[in-house]
C-alpha cells in the first residue's frame, strides 16, 4: 500500500541537508528536464555539500596551481 503524501513529506523533511538535496535531484529529474532555477538550486545543493565536507576537513582544498597543472598534464 502506498505511503500518504504527508508521511512522505513529514519523513523527507526530517533528512539531513545533504540527504534532502539529494532526493530533491533525484525527484526533479525523475518528472521531465528540471527548470533553471531547479539546476541552479542542485548546483547550490551540491556547493554547500561540498563546502561542508571541506570544513568538516572530509575533504582537502588543493592550490589553483595545483589544479591547474594536472588539468594540463591530464589534457596533453
Do not use: C
Not at 513529506?9 to 518528472?31: Q, T
Amino acid at each position: 500500500m502506498p505511503m500518504p503524501m504527508k508521511k512522505i513529506e513529514s519523513e523527507a523533511l526530517n533528512l539531513d541537508m545533504h540527504s534532502r538535496g539529494s532526493l530533491v535531484g533525484k525527484l526533479l529529474l525523475s518528472i521531465d528536464e528540471p527548470t533553471v532555477s531547479e539546476v541552479e538550486q542542485l548546483w547550490l545543493n551540491e556547493a554547500e555539500r561540498r563546502l561542508d565536507d571541506y570544513r568538516a576537513a572530509k575533504v582537502q582544498g588543493i592550490s589553483g596551481n595545483e589544479l591547474f597543472k594536472k588539468a594540463i598534464s591530464e589534457l596533453s
